[in-house]
Nanobody
Framework: VQLQASGGGLVQAGGSLRLSCAAS????????VGWFRQAPGKEREGVSC????????YYTDSVQGRFTISRDNAKNTVYLQMNSLNSDDAGVYYC???????????????????WGKGTQVTVSS
């Protein structure tokens, strides 16, 4: 089982990026996928999550309305479209599977058994 995140980079504030998470070793549409991020000196934060079929999504409040998570099960890939990026969005983004679990309304990592290597997102002002 492997997850590979990609699509990070340097973007100006207000710009957009699309992250991809390619999965292998899973049966398509059998797992939820979440995106987490971690900025230097900060704790890891759950950003978004999508159900196996794609019909249920979750966003942390700070990205609601700016980020969109989606998946293409035929390609075993989950996407995170990030618009109107700001400095608070900078960090290393990780994708993880297979369960979206929330605690006190916040996406937490203990439902995730598999983690991909992160992709860096840098936002310049």
């Amino acid at each position: 089982v492997q997850l590979q995140a990609s699509g990070g980079g340097l973007v100006q504030a207000g710009g957009s990026l699309r992250l991809s998470c390619a999965a292998s070793g899973f049966t398509s549409d059998s797992y939820a996928v979440g995106w987490f991020r971690q900025a230097p000196g900060k704790e890891r934060e759950g950003v978004s999550c999508i159900s196996p079929s794609g019909n249920i999504t979750y966003y942390t409040d700070s990205v609601q309305g700016r980020f969109t998570i989606s998946r293409d099960n035929a390609k075993n890939t989950v996407y995170l479209q990030m618009n109107s990026l700001n400095s608070d969005d900078a960090g290393v983004y990780y994708c993880a599977a297979p369960r979206c679990i929330r605690s006190d309304g916040t996406l937490v990592g203990y439902g995730m058994d598999y983690w991909g290597k992160g992709t860096q997102v840098t936002v310049s002002s």
